[in-house]
């Protein structure tokens, strides 16, 4: 292939490789030309251009197959326009000549088609350029148009479109020729001929004047015809040209009305012309009148369709603005198209017609207006509806019946009515809360209107209305309770009106079906209400004969709405429901029998429609209340069932007596009991089998039916990749809902809800906008097939051997059409049978059931009927499965081998070849494995017939299946696959377009096969790998959307795994275009590939669509709206259109993926996209500057600031009229907010997104580059938009995205004002964005929302002003009002789960204000210095003054509200507490519900408690804590005066409870909450939660009552730490492991002071004994702690569970372990070492809480843990600092050696042995050691000296010990380290002092002289830093010390080391001036310390002195200089204060 890549054609290449090889060699050279051609050097291209022309003229005449000569065409044609032009009339010669040609063999016509190709493009590229051979081209091209065969007419077609196109104007004198020649064909047999006559008039029509004026009719009629038998490629073909012909004619282009004075078509005449072809096709006009349209001859349905489609084509073309002026025409026009006589000649054509006109309103008034213009369009609707209805009831009221026709015009209207009000209804839907207006507008009173239509005589209208009420109730969920009373009062009041009865109860029953949509709710006491109505409706059915059908109808329509209400509620009227579904069936066989002899045909047609009601309101209970289903409901349920299976059997007879018009009574009856029994297990009705399934098997064998009526389900449990072969059958396309029409089985589309009113209130399936159940014959057998696949597995073997004989017996008895109807209803049934079989597991059945089976599917494979042998193939494919042995799979599949290798038709080969696809499909590669090859070969062989597309196409995708099934055991047969799919490709007419998908399909399957291999480089694979390239760019070049998606998708596959390989350069410009594309399946496929490949390369896939964009501003051909924001921008535009829900979904996910990978690169790109998105609410364009920042410094009257709040935003926008783009709609304006929140979340990593002043100058540096919080003002913007936005669920999102921004900018300074933050100036911006969200009429969900922003604000300490926070805190206040107002107060419109969720929203945030104001005021306490908040640079705080919060002003705003709160606080934790009681325990839950939740909701409930409740805990926590457990006491005695408090559950006894019991009472409450929510919180609890129960139990065990509390119920404390330790285990961040030691110190502190009391007032009961307290405390004498009840145990357990896990080295099991490497020790992150600090101090506290011998028990464990962590953590610092772990450590072993236990005797030589053994591993840590280089012997000797000092007696004479502590100090000594020495001088001074001379005395001996030395040698170097003379400065306090320590006979000799080394440290006086700071400092010090020795020892001075008389003469020189100089000093000296001796260095901690 790479030879192929040059710019001539390698000719010597070519001549080496095969024959078969040559046109794909071509083909890539072709290829590789295009691509070059554009951007070579003309100067190169000129050289080369003879030969190159030759080469390509060559390549015309070599029969070029259909891409190549496509290829090749543009090639020639873009060298021509590079390159000289003069040799292009040769080449257009040549052309001409060839087409001229008279050769019609079919060898030649390659040859001709290209040489036709060429001309096109050359025309297309050069147009005027060729200029005068037009002409001639033209009229030789229209002299091979009469005589081509069908290929090459599409050909002739398309070229003459390019020609056209290519000229422009300057071909009018052709025009009529073209016209003429072009519109015979339009009705030709082959239909890509009818598609190509469309394109070409389409193209004329630009130019053509006479097309749309004088020849406008006939084009019409034309347009008619060619409907007529039209495929789906036509309709839209041939709609475009109707379409936009019309369109054209009344509102022509400018150009061509300015040429020729051109008379314009009216609306009128247009809508007329195009109202002809939808009432009458196409079969000519009648201009004489109107006798024919009353005569016969319905529409053909394709010309329908395509006319609805044109219709479409027709508005979209005149665009959004037209349709806005003239929607009241339009709309009057389609209507009446609907109420045209002709539209609704059968009932099936009505709704046909209807489906027409409701897909026409939604595809114009649904995509093309925005929500203004659609809110008018609505009240136009409303308008036409009430017009209708006021002739309606003109007639229904006129008594006398003068008006005759009026009966029609109402059977007429009722269509009408249909249409208007499900648009009405899909419109108020879509628009979703924005609708509001529209209904709130009295002028246009919609409600009422749609209400009127209730009373309509006409079902079917009175269906549309209820179900237009549904669609208010969902959009505008506040609108459900009052229209439920509303029509439950109206039923009430007209009663004896059978249409009130029959309209009002549709309605109930609709508002009840979209409960479920409306996340709110409605009131529990709605369902009453329901079942109440229901009820009286049933008793009262049989008073009054006339009402007696309508009323059953109703109460049971009513009942089985209400099951949709869910199990909750449900429950309450389960056994009224029972009751009422026993007594509408007889009770016994007796009764059965005498009701037959009974009643007479209206009495039996009442009874049959009240069972079919029964068993309906029971389905729809088994479907939506499963957990209800309990064995014994279904024993109840099976009574009436099975009663109405027995009366089956009857009902033929009395149908025989009564009339036959029962029998669609008798047929609902069995539709509901097939749909019930679908959705029982099989098992509950065992019993009744065989007549079950004789009744189904009648049903769908058509035996007692004379219809053919044939099932819906066969497409469905055909596999969805088959409807290629089902050429009728089409894919999912925008036109589905229309197209369904024309699909082959009875009735198809044809769903309305009449059918079955009961859809009303069910599910809406997935994908449909509307429920349109088919009608009530088809609906019976897709029931009866359905529930044929549930029976099946569960009979036996024989009975199946009998059904399926008598199947072949049915098929053989038809004849004809009924033959194929029985045939496609029983493989429907045996697939669904199979399906069954294979879900359960089961098998078929013995060799005579599978033999029977067998022969019945064999038969239907070479069935004429594409669809049946479809179904045949996938029933084999199912059979191999479900018996799944080898042997019986081998003779299918020999059987079908045989049969391929014999036979020659069509349809055996097509079927036998789909068999053995469905074979593998459904055994898999391993099972079908030995049949791979033969398989495989057949295929390959049938492929390659030419003669028959039919079965390429067949073979084709059979082979796909193999290939996909077989995986990696097909890796043999890729090559010659892969080579036999390019072939084709090159070969295939185009318009054979199912052969092109298989091929697709194959590519795809064995790009999959291959799978990661592809990246690999070898010659084999590259090979692989260029070939499955080349089958892509050619069908990207097709001209069908289904083989471009193929190719799309076969693409994303290889971009998966060979992402090198694929160029997205020229991938994603090609999608980007698809985009645009009006295929659904081809924009899926794009959008789905876009997704994919922004996953990874967000970036590149960004910029090639931007290179896109300024590509096509030279080429205006592609239609694309990228403009400069980019891919993003046209995919948040495609929100707007597109409605399929996948497509949007992907279109979210490729946002996302792009957003993730580019938004924080690229800030305020994206911020703006969200912006415009976003500001679009009011219009297209915002207007008017916005007053954003409010004044700082206005008067502060309340008024001004509400007024300034709401102006805010005035400013936003005055409408734009010149944009005809659609504002973006809710959802995305929804979608866009989310955006937001995602893009504050994705800066999150980056801090200086949040730091004003370091983004300012990141910016200075690197302008490109974007912070966010630059953008802040944008942020607050559109937040405020979309918080005050008309839709909820835009509101929801903008009040996240409120508080987002609070939260991550609450703390951000604002540099210009220190003191205060930058979300200050935006405090009345969050005022206004919230007052809206606590006005009465807004929805809990968002009351709730606000409240956590106002918590937030108030919380984030932004504002510093109270006045300015009490505006949000007023919102507040206002809303605690609401929740004190109790239950039921208030009117409900929405469930009682949903105050719950409010109220419950309120007291959190209440809490969470409390939370914060009591940290404020606690950090206020303990620093009350400084001002609370301060900027982040430490500047002066002297300039904040006045603008600091005083410490307690947020208390102040909560303490008026403190004492109501905290009992709504404490009710509202009651309640929690009962909710979390497991399920065993509900019969404790009180029967009236909580304080705040009512029993009804009590599982909706759960789930706002449980987001509520942790906040709450911590509040009541710090409140408790903060009154000692006594407030709230005489509150909750006496019965509050305001009676409308919230009840609270426990009852008030008279007698006051004593303190101690509510106190015990309240811990039982806040610990049992805590411990039951720590023992197991959910993964997805937020770890706030954790943290806030955690802090809640800290605060509580602060209150000394909480604390007594605990300490006496030791279990409970030994309880608390085990859940702890298992929170340690399951959470890991460090906040709450350092929380939980904060909780568990708490809890040991209590443990102590317990145990100090006990000991106190022990001790004083027992002063006399000695030893006494021996056994108090843990563990007793015998010092045993017992696991599970021991408090130090489960301490112990916890703590070392946190050591373990940081410092993992201390488990001695790890260091024996071999593969242990030993680590050296490392600072701790400072987050863990605090961790270890807290745990080791808690450890050095446990001893004390266990009796002596308890204690000696658990100290070896807390020495060696403490010990350990002092050798792991004594690391040394740069900044010589103790790290927190080990000043832990150190004053953990101070604390335990210091502790009483040493006092005790009994435990005395334990004790010593405990102490001594402890310092040897001291000593053996602190040993040096090359391992551990940077150890800190400072810690290490701190800890030595720490035992001399403190365990003196223990130590006194261990010579080994002593000797150990010896070498540490002189190694300290000794160390090179000058801090080291003065450390180490500082603590000998310390041990030398000790009171015991014993411990003393032998360090001073062993250590003094080696220090003396030191200092002596300190003459010889000078000390040169400031650490070093510290450590000399440390050494002579030693020798001081010493010197004083000495006796007074041994002073002298102490002196005389002192004295000398002191003078020797002395300067003379010449060198004091030039000696450096540190030297001086030396001198200084030895000065003074002289002068205050000598007068302290004054006789022994003298004698040293005198001793040595240059000692004299020094120190007399050196005072001397120092007089003279502090003489000079004087002056200076006085403020100078003297050298104090005290040592310099201090500890941070002070250990001793």
């Given at each position: 292939?790479?030879?192929a890549h ?10 080496q ?22 951007a ?12 190159l022309?030759e ?13 190549t000569?496509?290829?090749l ?7 021509y ?9 040769q ?13 019609d063999?079919?060898a ?15 025309y ?11 002409p001639d ?11 081509a ?9 398309l ?8 000229l ?14 072009a519109?015979?064909?339009?009705t ?18 630009n130019e053509?004047v006479?097309m749309?004026t004088?020849e406008l ?16 490629g ?11 012909v019309?369109a ?5 282009k400018?150009a ?8 314009r ?6 809508l007329?012309?195009?109202a ?8 000519g006009f ?13 529409v ?5 369709v ?12 005149l665009?959004?603005q ?5 929607f009241?025409?339009?709309l009057s ?20 017609s ?6 026409m ?5 649904g ?8 809110i008018?369009a ?14 309606v ?5 006129d ?5 005759k026709?009026g009966a029609?015009?109402?059977?007429a209207?009722?269509?009408?009515m ?10 108020v839907q ?14 246009i009173?919609?409600?009422e209107?749609?209400?009127s ?5 006409s079902?079917a ?5 209820a179900?237009?009420?549904?669609c ?9 309770t009052p ?17 009130a ?5 549709f ?6 079906g ?7 709710g ?16 049933l008793?009262t059915?049989a ?7 309508q ?31 026993r007594n509408v ?7 059965l029998?005498a ?12 009874t049959?429609?009240g ?8 389905r729809?209970?088994v ?6 289903l309990?064995?014994d ?8 069932i099975?009663?109405?299976m027995?009366?089956?059997s ?8 009564h009339?036959?018009?029962?029998k ?9 009991l097939?749909?019930i ?5 099989p ?5 009744s089998?065989?007549a079950?399934?004789?009744?189904l ?11 053919n009526?044939?099932?819906s ?8 990749d088959?409807?290629?072969?089902m050429g ?10 229309i ?9 198809s589309?044809?769903?309305a ?55 072949a017996?049915?098929?053989k008895?038809?004849k004809?059409?009924r ?12 697939l669904?049978?199979?399906k ?6 089961s ?7 599978r033999?029977s089976?067998?022969a019945?599917?064999?038969g239907?494979l ?8 479809c179904?045949?193939?996938?029933a ?9 042995e ?15 290798k ?11 070849s ?19 090859k ?14 028959s ?13 193999i290939?996909d ?6 890796r043999?047969?890729?090559?010659p ?5 390019l ?10 377009t ?17 799978g990661?291999?592809?990246q690999?480089?070898?010659?084999t ?22 083989v471009?998606?193929a ?17 997205l ?8 275009v698809?985009?645009?594309s009006?295929h659904?399946?081809?924009r ?8 994919q ?18 590509r096509?501003?030279?080429?205006t ?19 707007d259109?597109?409605?399929?829900r996948?497509?949007c ?14 938004a924080?690169?690229k800030?305020s ?22 007053v ?8 502060d009257?309340?008024?001004?600031d509400e ?6 935003f005035?400013g ?12 973006p709609?809710w ?29 300012r100058s990141?910016?200075?540096k690197?302008?490109k ?9 944008d ?8 918080a ?15 508080e ?7 703390s951000?300074?604002e ?5 205060h933050?930058i ?20 929805p ?23 006045n300015?926070l ?6 507040l ?5 609401k ?16 105050t719950t969720m ?22 206020a306490e303990?620093?009350p ?13 002297e300039?904040?003054?006045a ?9 102040t ?14 009710a509202m ?5 009962l ?28 789930l ?16 408790l ?5 006594r ?30 019991e ?12 805590s ?13 706030e939660?954790v ?8 605060t509580?065990?602060?209150s000394p009552?909480?604390?007594i509390?605990?300490?006496?119920d030791q279990l409970l404390?030994?309880?608390l730490l ?7 285990l399951t ?11 904060a909780?568990v ?18 001790g004083?009961?027992?002063?006399g004994?000695?030893?006494s ?5 843990e ?16 301490a ?5 569970f946190?050591?373990v896990?940081?410092l993992p080295q201390?488990n001695?099991?790890?260091k ?12 701790l ?35 060696f843990?403490i ?14 600092s103790v ?13 335990i ?24 591993s ?17 810690s ?8 001399l ?8 004479g ?8 010896m070498?540490?100090f ?22 030398f ?11 001073i ?8 030395e030191k ?6 170097s ?13 050494g ?11 006796e ?18 002395l300067?003379?006086e010449n060198?004091?001036?030039s ?7 030396l ?5 003074q310390?002289?002068?205050r020795?000598g007068p ?7 004698i ?12 007399e ?27 310099t260095?201090?500890l941070?901690?002070?250990?001793f």
């Open positions: 292939m790479e030879l040059s710019l001539l054609l390698n000719e010597d290449a070519l001549a490789i095969t024959e078969a090889k040559r046109p794909v060699f071509i083909f890539e050279w072709l290829r590789f030309l295009d691509k070059v051609l554009v070579a050097n003309k100067v190169d291209v000129k050289e080369k251009q003879k030969k022309v080469q390509l003229t060559g390549l015309i005449s070599s029969a070029p197959g259909p891409p000569r496509k290829l065409a543009k090639n020639l044609a873009t060298l326009s590079i390159g000289d032009t003069f040799t292009v009339f080449t257009l010669d040549k052309c001409n000549e060839i087409i001229k040609s008279k050769d063999t079919p030649y016509l390659p040859t001709k088609l290209a040489a036709v190709a060429c001309v096109g493009a050359f297309e590229k050069m147009g005027r350029m060729l200029g005068s051979s037009f081209t033209i009229n030789n091209l229209l002299k091979a148009l009469k005589s065969e069908s290929q090459g007419r599409g050909e002739i077609l070229s003459l479109q390019k020609v056209l196109c290519g422009g104007g300057a071909a009018a004198s052709c025009h009529r020729d073209i016209y003429k020649n519109r015979s064909l339009l030709d047999r082959s239909m890509a001929v009818r598609c190509a006559v469309a394109k070409c008039l389409l193209e004329l029509q053509a006479f749309w004088t009719e006939n084009v019409a009629t034309l347009c008619f015809k060619a409907l007529e038998g039209s495929n789906y036509v309709r839209v073909a041939v709609a475009k040209l109707l379409g936009t019309m054209t004619a009344l509102m022509p400018q061509a009305v300015m040429r020729q004075n051109v008379k078509a009216s609306l009128e005449e247009v007329e012309l195009m002809t072809g939808f009432l009458r096709g196409g079969s009648l201009k004489s009148g109107g006798e024919m349209l009353k005569g016969g001859g319905s053909s349905r394709e010309v329908r395509g006319v609805t489609q044109a219709y479409v084509v027709f508005v979209t073309t665009g959004g037209w349709l806005e002026r003239n009241a025409t339009f026009h389609v209507l009446d198209l609907v109420s045209h006589p002709r539209a609704t000649q059968t009932h099936v054509e009505a709704v046909y209807r489906r027409c006109v409701s897909f309103l939604r595809a114009t008034l995509g093309l207006l925005g929500e203004k213009a659609q008018a609505g009240k136009e609707i409303c308008q036409a509806i009430s017009k209708q209805m006021r002739a009831e003109a007639v229904v009221n008594m006398s019946g003068e008006n026709a029609a015009d109402v059977s209207s009722q269509h009408v249909v249409c208007a009000l499900k648009e009405l209804g899909s419109l879509s628009l979703s809360a924005t609708s509001s207006p529209l209904i709130q507008e009295p002028s009173g919609l409600l209107t749609v209400t239509v209730l009373l309509h005589p079902m209208a009175r269906l549309a209305a179900w237009c009420l549904r208010v109730a969902v959009a505008l969920p506040y609108q459900l229209l439920l009373d509303r029509c439950a009062e109206r039923i009430n009041n007209l009663k004896s009106s059978p249409e009865v029959s309209g009002y109860s309605a109930m029953a609709a508002l009840l979209g409960v479920h949509q409306c996340p709110l409605i009131p529990h006491s709605k369902g009453k209400l329901v079942v109440s109505i229901a009820e009286d409706l008793r059915a008073q009054n004969s006339r009402l007696s059908l009323r059953t109808q109703a109460g049971w329509l009513l009942l089985g709405a209400l099951m949709t209400l869910g199990p909750s509620l449900v429950r309450y009227h389960l056994p009224k429901m029972l009751l009422l579904w069936f007889p009770r016994s066989q007796k009764e029998e009701e037959k002899a009974r009643g007479d045909s209206f009495t039996w047609q009442v049959l429609e069972r079919a009601g029964a068993l309906c309101a029971m729809s209970f479907a939506h209340c499963p957990e209800l309990t064995e409901v279904i024993r109840r349920l099976m009574t009436p099975e009663c109405a027995t009366m089956m009857h009902v033929p007879a009395i149908i025989k007596v009339g036959a018009h029962l669609a009574s008798a047929a609902m009856v069995r539709l509901r097939y749909d029994l679908a959705l029982l297990p098992k509950t009705y065992e019993g089998f065989n079950l399934l004789r009744e098997v009648a049903e769908f064998t058509l035996t007692d039916n004379s219809a009526t044939t099932t389900l066969l497409r469905s449990l055909c596999h969805y088959d409807s290629v072969l009728s059958w089409l894919q999912e396309t925008d036109h589905k809902c197209e369904d029409q024309l699909q082959p089985n009875s009735a589309g044809s769903g809800l009449e059918h079955d009113p009961s859809s009303i209130y069910l599910r809406i399936p997935v994908g449909e906008a509307i429920p349109g159940p088919l009608p009530l014959g088809v609906s019976v057998i897709d029931a009866s097939v359905a529930l044929f696949g549930v029976v099946f597995p569960h009979v036996s073997f024989k009975h199946r051997l009998q059904m399926l004989d008598h199947f017996e049915c098929i008895q038809a004809g059409v033959q194929q109807a029985v045939q496609l209803n029983i493989f429907t049934a045996v669904s049978a199979l069954g079989l294979a879900e359960n597991k098998t078929l059945g013995p060799e005579e059931v033999k089976a067998l019945l599917v064999m239907a070479d069935n004429p009927n594409p669809i049946l042998r179904a045949a193939g996938e084999l494919g199912r059979m191999a499965q479900v018996v799944g080898a042997t019986f799979i081998a003779r299918m599949a020999q059987t079908s081998f045989d049969k391929l014999s036979a020659r038709d069509v349809v055996s080969r097509t079927g036998h789909l068999a053995l696809g469905c074979l593998h499909r459904y055994v898999g590669g391993i099972g079908s494995g030995q049949h791979l033969t398989s495989v070969s057949i295929l390959l062989a049938l492929a390659q017939d030419g003669s597309h039919e079965v390429q196409t067949w073979a084709l995708h059979s082979l796909a299946l290939v099934s077989s995986g990696p055991m097909y043999g047969y890729v090559e696959t892969l080579s036999l799919v072939t084709l490709l090159l070969t295939v007419p185009p318009s054979h199912e052969v092109h998908q298989c091929l697709g399909r194959c590519l795809g399957a064995l790009i999959t096969t291959v990661p291999e592809l690999g480089n070898g010659a694979i590259s090979t692989i790998r260029s070939s499955c390239l080349v089958g892509c760019a050619i069908m990207q070049d097709h001209s069908d959307s289904l471009q998606a190719a799309i998708s076969c693409l994303q596959q290889l971009h998966m795994f060979a992402p090198r390989h694929v160029n350069s020229s991938l994603v410009p090609c999608l980007c698809h985009l645009c009006s659904l399946l081809l899926r496929a794009a959008v789905a590939c876009l997704r490949l922004a996953q990874r390369e967000a970036a590149e896939v960004c910029e090639y669509a931007m290179s896109l964009a300024k096509s501003g030279d080429n051909t592609i239609n694309l709206n990228i403009t400069e924001t980019g891919l993003e921008g046209v995919l948040f535009g495609m929100l259109r597109e409605t399929d996948k497509l979904s992907d279109i979210h996910d490729t946002l996302g993926h792009m957003l993730s990978s580019l924080v690169e800030l790109h994206w911020l703006k996209l969200c912006k415009d998105v976003l500001a679009a609410t009011t219009g297209t364009d915002v207007g008017g500057a916005v954003f920042e409010v004044e700082k410094d206005e008067e009257s309340e008024k001004k007024m300034d709040d709401d102006t805010m005035t936003l926008g005055e409408d734009d009229k010149s944009k005809p783009s659609v504002a709609r959802v995305t304006r929804v979608f866009a907010a989310d955006c937001l929140c995602r893009i504050i979340l994705l800066c999150e990593n980056d801090k200086a997104h949040f730091d004003l002043a370091a983004a990141a910016q200075a690197n302008p580059g974007d912070q966010l919080v630059l953008h802040l003002s942020l607050i913007r559109m937040a405020f938009m979309a005050t936005d008309h839709s909820n669920q835009l509101r929801m999102a903008g009040l996240q995205a409120l987002d921004i609070i939260k991550k900018f609450a951000v300074p540099p210009e004002f220190p003191g933050v979300l200050e100036q935006y405090q009345a911006n969050v005022g206004a964005a919230l007052r809206p969200a606590f006005s009465p009429d807004t809990s969900d968002i009351t709730a929302k606000a409240c956590q922003v106002c918590s937030a604000w108030i919380g984030s300490g932004v504002v510093s002003d109270l300015d009490r505006r949000v805190h007023n919102l206040v206002s809303s605690l009002d929740v004190q107002a109790g239950k039921g107060s208030s009117s409900q419109l929405y469930s009682e789960s949903a409010e109220k419950l929203a309120v007291l959190k945030a209440w809490a969470e204000v409390y939370v914060v104001s009591m940290k404020i005021k606690k950090e303990s620093k210095a400084k001002p609370v908040r301060t900027g982040d640079d430490d500047e002066d705080d300039d904040l003054g603008d600091v919060l005083p410490p307690d002003s947020l208390i705003l909560v303490q008026p509200e403190l004492p109501s709160l905290s009992r709504l606080w404490l934790l009651r309640d929690y507490a909710l979390t009681l497991p399920a065993e325990f509900s019969s404790q839950l009180p029967p009236d519900g909580g304080a705040f939740y009512t029993p009804e909701t009590i599982d909706t409930a759960r706002h408690y449980r987001s509520s409740w942790a906040p709450v805990l911590h509040a009541v926590a710090l409140w804590s903060s009154t000692g457990f407030a709230g006491e005489e509150k909750e005695e006496v019965p509050t005066a305001n009676s409308k408090a919230p009840a609270l559950p426990q009852a008030v006894t008279a007698t006051r409870k004593s303190f101690e509510s106190v015990k009472d309240r811990m039982h409450l806040m610990l049992g909450v411990i039951e929510f720590l023992c197991f919180p959910r993964p997805e609890e937020p770890i939660h943290m806030s129960c955690l802090h809640a139990l800290f509580l065990l602060e009552c909480a604390k509390h605990i300490a006496e404390a030994v309880e085990n859940v702890l330790h298992r929170l340690l959470r890991d961040p460090p906040a709450v492991q350092l929380q939980v030691t909780v110190q708490e809890t040991i502190r209590a443990a102590q002071d317990h145990l100090q009391q006990q000991r106190t007032s022990k004083k009961e027992e002063e004994e000695k030893d307290q021996s056994s108090l405390g563990g007793g004498d015998t010092g045993e702690l017992v696991p599970g009840k021991s408090l130090v145990f489960a112990m357990e916890l703590l070392v946190i050591l896990r940081h201390l001695a099991r790890v024996e372990s071999p593969s242990h490497v030993a680590l050296r020790p490392q600072r992150p400072e987050e863990s070492a605090r961790l270890v600090a807290n745990t080791v101090s808690i450890l050095a506290e446990l001893p004390s809480l266990c009796s002596p011998a308890g204690s000696m028990n658990i100290l070896p464990t807390v020495l843990l010990t350990g962590v002092l050798r792991e953590t004594a690391v040394k610092t740069a900044d010589k790290p927190v772990t080990v000043a832990a450590a150190l004053q953990g072993i101070k604390t050696i210091t502790s009483p236990l040493a006092r005790v005797e009994s435990m005395q030589t334990q004790w010593t042995g405990l102490v001594r053994s402890s310092l040897a001291v000593l053996e840590h602190s040993q040096p050691d090359e391992s551990r280089p940077d150890m800190d012997e400072v290490m000797l701190t800890a030595i000296t720490l035992f000092l403190s365990a003196s007696n223990e130590l006194v261990v010579t080994v010990l002593q000797k150990g502590c070498d540490r002189r190694n300290a000594l000794n160390s090179s380290d000058p801090w080291v020495q003065a450390r180490c001088y500082q603590l000998l001074l310390s041990v002092q000790h009171s015991s001379r014993a411990l003393s005395t032998p360090y001996h062993a250590l003094a002289p080696l220090m003396v200092l002596k040698a300190v003459e010889r000078r000390p040169g830093t400031a650490a070093e003379l510290q450590a000399v400065q440390e002579i306090r030693v020798l001081e010390n010493l010197v004083g320590m000495g007074e006979q041994n002073r002298v000799q102490l002196l005389a080391l002192l004295v000398p080394t002191l003078i020797s440290y300067l003379d060198a004091i001036s000696a450096p700071q540190v030297s001086k400092g001198h200084d010090f030895a000065l310390n002289l002068m020795i302290l020892y004054p006789a022994a001075f003298k040293v002195i005198g001793a040595a008389p240059e000692l004299k003469i020094r120190l020189s050196a005072i001397r200089a120092n007089q003279a100089s502090s003489r000079a000093k004087a002056a200076a000296r006085q403020a100078q204060p003297t050298v104090q001796a005290a040592p260095i201090k941070k901690t002070s250990f």
